[in-house]
């Protein structure tokens, strides 16, 4: 008859402890021994002799949570019991709303911020505990800095589009925090978006050309342009024809240009219209001219 049985022989597994430590410590250093596991039999753990222990310092990352824990316990056991739990808002990103966002997600940072799971902005409560239809996502930071809440705009009640109090509430207390806003909302509900202002130009501009028509055979051309920021105006051609330096008025509203008439007889003819030219450092600035081609030019 065969009989069977099992048997242990030595091999290497690895392991893995956990090991609890006072958060706030900066760094701890370990030990580390490697051995044989007891024998079944004898009940002993053999250390081979020459082994050294391998040595390392494990270095903590505190985080705001830690430090809370830390500054509690001092403030609790010091002759005046006191608490340091109350949150207090730092910081909030973004820095401004609009009433016309849907929506948003707050970054809130501050001490003991963390423990919240409710906020209110606008007088309207969101968080896990408030109507299904201001139910909010709050998390809490990875590095326990604060929450980040996202909350549904539209469900915000009248806005003045100045201010909205934002707050931030935990079982400890709860801080506030006003934050500007863009853009208004009405009783009504609906937003309202002013007109965009667009940029004032700073380059140069023109408006009038006098005379809008030349005639290549005029004695003495020349054009009074008018305009904005025309005061940087440093050359001038009409079409391929070079003028000589503009003369800009003191204000920078109008541009005298004169041309060689003989140029404008060799390389405008048999043209109908051209542009005139005005350059700055920087840039150009165009307008249409007529012109006039005769057959000669007597």
């Keep these: 008859m065969t009989e069977w049985f099992f048997k242990h022989v030595p091999a290497t597994y690895d392991l893995l402890a956990d090991l609890s430590v006072p958060s706030w410590w900066p760094s701890f250093n370990l030990k ?29 990352q505190q985080n705001s949570a830690d430090m809370n824990a830390l500054t509690d316990l001092i403030l609790e056991r010091g002759p005046i ?28 940072r501050g001490r003991n911020i963390w423990r919240a799971d409710q906020v209110t902005l606008g007088a309207k409560l969101f968080g896990a505990d408030a109507a299904e239809a201001n139910a909010s996502i709050i998390r809490v930071m990875p590095d326990m800095q604060g929450i980040l809440a996202t909350v549904d705009m539209s469900k915000v009640p009248v806005l003045d589009g100045q201010v909205a109090r934002l707050s931030v509430v935990t079982k400890d207390g709860q801080d506030t925090f006003l934050i500007p806003v863009k853009n208004a909302k009405g009783s009504d509900g609906k937003c309202t978006v002013p007109a965009a202002t667009p940029p004032k130009p700073t380059g140069p501009q023109i ?16 054009f009074t342009i008018t305009g904005e920021n025309l005061k940087g105006v440093i050359s001038a051609a009409l079409g391929t024809v070079d003028a000589s330096k503009p003369t800009v008025s003191a204000s920078g509203k109008s541009v005298v240009v004169k041309l060689r008439s003989a140029a404008l007889a060799k390389k405008l003819k048999g043209l109908d219209k051209t542009s005139l030219i005005l350059r700055t450092d920087s840039e150009a600035v165009v307008a249409e001219v007529q012109v006039g081609s005769p057959a000669d030019c007597k």
Aim: glycine residues 2%; contains cysteine; aromatic residues 10%.
């Design 32 to 60: 580390i021994y490697a051995a044989w596991s007891p024998q079944w039999k004898e009940g002993e753990v053999y250390f081979p002799q020459s082994a050294d222990p391998k040595k390392m310092t494990v270095y903590m």
């Design 81 to 108: 019991k006191l608490s340091n739990r109350r949150p207090t808002i730092m910081d909030v990103a973004p820095y401004q709303l609009s009433a016309c966002d849907t929506d948003v997600t707050l970054q809130i």
């Design 207 to 222: 408006k009038t050309v006098a005379p809008s028509t030349i005639s290549i055979c005029d004695a003495s051309p020349q």
